[in-house]
Every structure is written in structure tokens, then in C-alpha cells.
């Protein structure tokens, strides 16, 4: 009997406490991560959301990967970060984006009055990869709210305002409200990020 209690301990470790990794699709190696500060600037249109539940945090990127491409994107964006274990996402919601291949559409013609114009050094300012919190030391400066303005708006005002901050990354915590599926008013947390290596 004793054998046996210790043979099914054994048989539980080895099964039950591996998680299956998940297989990249053919093609989904080249899809990448893009900050959403990078979006207007590539060309990019929202395909859809898609929104990960306690998954290993091994698993994240590769799934976020997998559906870019069963969707025809390109490129995928971490807008919120629901859960983490061991600082690593388990549970996020994305943005899944094509880049590069934009439909074009009749905008309304916008006056420089209705744009947000990027101050001179904001430029520098980014979305926060996870890659660089592992690799950089990373303060917190404060949390900024952006009232409802254009998507296009939302970027420019979190870069300038975390540039306004002495800042040079953020992270967005919470949208608020959303147009066409991108974000128009948000919560995001402001950051100051001293690299410690260029390895990203």
C-alpha cells in the first residue's frame, strides 16, 4: 500500500504539475509585440481584442502570437495586465493589430485645434515591454488619467504628460472608454526606466 501512495505522488508530480507548453503556429514566428505609442505610427489597424485567462506565464506570448496570426495580424499590444505570477502576466487583455497594409478609409479632415501635437522630447517616450521591466530599473512615478479624446489623442497625451513628468515609459492600468475597439480615455502609470542592459 505503501508503494502505491508513493507511485501515485510520483505519477501526480510529473503529470499534474507540468504545464503543457503551447506550440507556435507555422507563420506566428513573425509576429511581434508593438507598443501602443508605435501604432499610429505603423500604419496599424485594430483587428480585435483578445483577452487571456491564468494561463502560464511561458504560454502568454506564444498564444498572443498564435491568434495575431489565425486573426491576419502582425503585431500584438498588452493593454492590461489582469494577474501576474512571479511579476509575469498570467492574465492580460491585448490588442491584436495589422501593420503595414492599411486599408484606406475617408477620415474627416481634423483642424491642428482638434490634434494633440507632441511636444519636442516626448517622442522618446514609449509603452513599457515586459521584457524591459526585466531588464531595466524602473520607478514609478505616479498614475496619469487621460479624459476622453481620439485614440490618436490618448498616445500623444500619455507621452507628453509622462514626459512632462520626467518620465520615459508607461503603462496603461485601465481603459476607461473605448472607439472602434481603441481606447479613448484611460489610466496609466507613469515610469522612469534606467536601462541595465540593451538586451530587449
Do not use: W
Amino acid at each position: 500500500m505503501k508503494h502505491v501512495i508513493i507511485f501515485a505522488g510520483i505519477l501526480f508530480a510529473l503529470t499534474g504539475c507540468v504545464t503543457k507548453k503551447i506550440q507556435l503556429n507555422p507563420g506566428a514566428e513573425s509576429v511581434s509585440e508593438i507598443s501602443e505609442h508605435s501604432v499610429r505610427f505603423l500604419n496599424c489597424d485594430l483587428i480585435k481584442t483578445h483577452t487571456i485567462q491564468n494561463a502560464h506565464p511561458n504560454n502568454v506570448d506564444l498564444e498572443l502570437k498564435n491568434v495575431a496570426y489565425a486573426s491576419g495580424g502582425n503585431h500584438y499590444s498588452v493593454v492590461e495586465v489582469l494577474a501576474t505570477r512571479k511579476n509575469r502576466p498570467t492574465s492580460v487583455v491585448a490588442a491584436i493589430y495589422q501593420c503595414g497594409e492599411k486599408i484606406q478609409e475617408k477620415k474627416p479632415e481634423l483642424t491642428t485645434s482638434d490634434v494633440a501635437q507632441l511636444l519636442p522630447g516626448a517622442h522618446l517616450v514609449k509603452a513599457i515591454t515586459f521584457a524591459e521591466i526585466e531588464n531595466a530599473t524602473c520607478k514609478v512615478l505616479g498614475t496619469q488619467f487621460i479624459d476622453k479624446t481620439s485614440p490618436e489623442g490618448v498616445y500623444i497625451n500619455l507621452a507628453n504628460d509622462t514626459y512632462m513628468m520626467s518620465g520615459n515609459r508607461y503603462q496603461i492600468k485601465k481603459i476607461v472608454s473605448t472607439s472602434g475597439g481603441a481606447p479613448t480615455s484611460v489610466y496609466a502609470d507613469i515610469y522612469r526606466c534606467k536601462h541595465q542592459s540593451a538586451h530587449y
